[in-house]
Nanobody, 118 residues
């Protein structure tokens, strides 16, 4: 499975962006979104089960970000609202065995840069 992340860019604080993670084929993997800010460790921020019925959010994004998927398009989305400068990071998606933090990530997409200006 190949994953292609897109949708990053520059946004002002309080604004919104939607990231996409497109898979090269139909998959029953769960998908997670991660981010890595300069000088910081990679952070697991959201995940969705293959059916879309179960989701996970880190406290840092809960209530502001929404993960969803369209299996007909083999695509997972991350809608980011009320963005803050601390959301600035490179965002990655990964196909994984489950939605909680302990599961293995089997495939990674390339990162997409999100910059939030104050």
């Amino acid at each position: 499975v190949q994953l292609q992340a897109s949708g990053g860019g520059l946004v002002q604080a309080g604004g919104s962006l939607r990231l996409s993670c497109a898979a090269s084929e139909r998959t029953t993997y769960a998908v997670g979104w991660f981010r890595q800010a300069p000088g910081k460790e990679r952070e697991f921020i959201a995940a969705i089960s293959w059916s879309g019925g179960i989701t996970y959010y880190a406290d840092s994004v809960k209530g502001r970000f929404t993960i969803s998927r369209d299996n007909a398009k083999n695509t997972v989305y991350l809608q980011m609202n009320s963005m803050k400068p601390e959301d600035t990071a490179v965002y990655y998606c990964a196909a994984r065995r489950g939605i909680t933090a302990g599961h293995r990530n089997d495939y990674w997409g390339q990162g997409t840069l999100v910059t939030v200006s104050s």
